[in-house]
């Protein structure tokens, strides 16, 4: 078992930055890979980043390419989401996920162990 704990959410303007944490504990020593979600109110859980356990290789949503960028502490087992050029569409709850499936990607279904996210809210 993993557990994952979010943190860093909150209110920012548009045009504004955040980073989020994910710091996992349990059974940390197993190679996760690892990811981040977001669920707006009345809408899908998105697929917003992914990251290899060794971190070499990420992915993207299209929503979010060339202004959140995503990376992990293994050391510290830690994983990070620098958000910049906020925009009021990126408010929603930010969830860090773990999957012992190999480059899961945006796959939601492959991702085994959930945080309790985060709120994110970007003022226009």
Known sequence: QVQLVESGGGLVQAGGSLRLSCAASGRTFIPYEMGWFRQAPGKEREFVAAI????????????????????????????????????????????????????????????????QGTQVTVSS
């Open 52 to 115: 290899t356990w060794s971190g070499d290789r990420t992915q993207y949503g299209d929503s979010v390419k060339g202004r959140f960028t995503i990376s992990r502490d293994v050391p510290k087992n830690t994983m990070y989401l620098q958000m910049n050029s906020l925009k009021p569409e990126d408010t929603a709850v930010y969830y860090c996920a773990a999957s012992k499936y190999n480059n899961p990607g945006p796959n939601l279904r492959l991702y085994a162990y959930w945080g």
